[in-house]
């Protein structure tokens, strides 16, 4: 009788495949349950549903990256990059990493994203261009956050600590990719 490690071997994936989507299933389910408990959650069923569509392009594309690559530097390279890009994302929707969510400066970081789709295209997926590309990124990343609190803001009088804080840890995992990709090249 086979066990759940070799039926999922048998089929092509692996242990990996269930922690990856287990993980993002768990991730999904947290809000329903924290809903349950505290009014201070309060999902829609279209935040669920924009949630569930982030998750499943994060787990498929590191998927993808897991079968087409066997170097582990270039996995993880991948991943950080995944994982910067759904943080941009995330918080933007949500909170928005300069002001609130409607503060058009935040359109800027999507800016950032642009400029790591349009550089990792461009170094056909090759190790080296795509470190170049991830650090191209992480420094879009502060340069839209450098042209964002020099601008007019929606709260005029707060200090940007709090989103300098929340714009290094959506570039850490751009550097860390960055770093993972020249490695592996």
Known sequence: MATDGHMIKA???NRW????????????????FAMRFTSEVN????DFVVMGIMLCV???????????????????????????????????????IVGSEDNPANLLFFAALIVGTAGTVGARFKARG????????????A????IAVMGATDEPNVPHM??????LVVA???LLSAWLFRRAA
Do not use: D, H, K, Q
Not at 162 to 167: A, C, D, I, M, P
């Open 58 to 96: 994060v787990c498929g594309a590191i998927e993808l990256a897991v079968r087409f690559s066997g170097n582990w530097a270039y996995r993880g390279g991948v991943a950080a990059a995944i994982l910067g890009a759904f943080l941009i994302t995330w918080v933007n929707l949500a909170v928005g």
């Open 143 to 146: 340069l839209a956050f450098a």
């Open 172 to 174: 850490g995992p751009l």
């Open 17 to 32: 495949t269930m922690f990856i989507w287990g993980g993002a299933t768990l991730l999904l389910s947290l809000p329903f």
């Open 130 to 141: 795509m470190s170049l590309a991830m650090l191209a990124t992480a420094v879009s990343v």
């Open 43 to 46: 999902w829609t069923a279209s």
């Open 11 to 13: 089929t092509g994936g």
């Open 162 to 167: 709090r989103e300098l804080v929340g714009t």
